[in-house]
């Protein structure tokens, strides 16, 4: 086991796939830096820096630095997987997938069903996102309901270094198209990593990362360590909660979730995208659909009000959930015996 950030944990793994499969290619706007500049290439790796390297160790056909036009970029990825490339696109902000939308959702998201199942997709569309640096409404949002909602694309939100390692390279040997969401606020999160060259983690399988009888708290990506850290608040006072990390909304894991509901009879679902046909608002559907003989009190939602992010630092930290309003939300659940 070694020890990585977030970030490290996703360059060092598509470095290693580089390595392994000369079909895999990264692209995407400043993944090398410095092109077209007097300096010349700099191999900095991004704003994220999450490509550092790259260029010098696998050079210009595989580590591409593309025009600021994310529809190209799409529509690159998706073109280079049909010939049989094996493409990782970054989108530098996931709010910017409105202008590539349709190379996404109507071409990359239909190939394989549209040539029935005789081609392939291989694509991982990389996306940093979410809110807590003050980067204002262009810059924060969460984009998961919008690429969930899209058959034939796989969607993984890892909340960890190790299943930013497991997923991420789960995604790069996947045949089908991947959207994997990064959230810009755990790239500096340390944690013990799986070194095995070929460790993966298969989609569609949820994480336990805390565990209880007494509520079922369901979350994806950064907001599993807000409910993580309300868990462990509420530990204190005898209140017991599963903390159930879905790592991927599609496919997702919907017996992890039911089974912990029939067991509590109580869940809070949190989701960092506004509430109006939301990840938490289908989550909720399928726990009331599924599970509803099993509730003992309503499912609460904690998610951001029905509005843009919020640009002041005191108004997006009202705005996000937070561990204080997911514990409130499990106490809520708890009123009713």
């Known amino acids: 086991m070694a020890k990585l950030t977030y970030r490290d944990a996703i360059r060092n793994t598509m470095f290693q796939e580089m390595q392994r499969d000369e079909r895999v290619v990264v692209l995407g706007e400043d993944v090398v830096g410095g092109m077209g500049t007097a300096g010349g290439p700099e191999a900095i790796g991004g704003i994220w820096s999450t490509t550092t390297g790259f260029y010098d160790a696998f050079g210009p056909n595989r580590v591409i630095d593309t025009p600021i036009s994310e529809s190209a970029i799409m529509g690159a990825a998706g073109g280079l997987a049909l ?22 959702w109507n071409q990359i998201a239909k190939f394989r069903y549209m040539f029935g ?20 409404a262009q810059h924060s949002q969460m984009i998961s309901q919008f690429v969930t909602g899209m058959p034939g694309i796989k969607v993984v939100m890892p909340t960890t270094p190790e299943d930013a390692c497991g997923l991420m390279r789960q995604a790069i040997r996947d045949d089908d198209p991947v959207v994997f969401l990064e959230h810009k606020f755990l790239y500096g999160l340390t944690g013990e990593v799986n070194e095995d060259p070929d460790f993966c983690i298969p989609f569609g399988h949820a994480r336990l990362a805390r565990a209880g009888k007494d509520v079922t708290i369901v979350a994806s990506g950064m907001m599993v360590r807000y409910a993580e850290t309300a868990a462990d608040d509420l530990a204190q006072d005898g209140i017991g909660c599963d903390v159930i990390d879905i790592r991927t909304t599609s496919p997702l894991d919907e017996e992890a979730i039911l089974d912990s509901v ?15 046909c939301s990840l938490a608002t289908d989550l909720s559907s399928l726990i009331a659909q599924k599970a509803f003989a099993s509730l003992k009190a309503p499912i609460e939602m904690v998610t951001p009000p ?26 809520k659940t708890l009123d009713y015996r």
């Open 262 to 276: 029939e067991v509590t009879g109580r869940a809070v679902i949190v989701d960092e995208a506004p509430p109006r």
């Open 117 to 136: 199942g005789k081609s392939v997709c291989p694509a991982v569309i990389r996306m940093p996102c979410g809110a807590g640096y003050n980067a204002a």
């Open 83 to 104: 010939a049989g490339k094996r493409p990782i696109a970054e989108i530098m902000f996931a709010d910017f997938i409105g202008v590539s939308m349709d190379q996404l």
């Open 306 to 331: 029905h509005t843009p992010v919020p640009f002041a630092r005191e108004l997006e930290s009202a705005y996000l959930p937070s561990p204080a309003k997911i514990a409130a939300a499990v106490r």
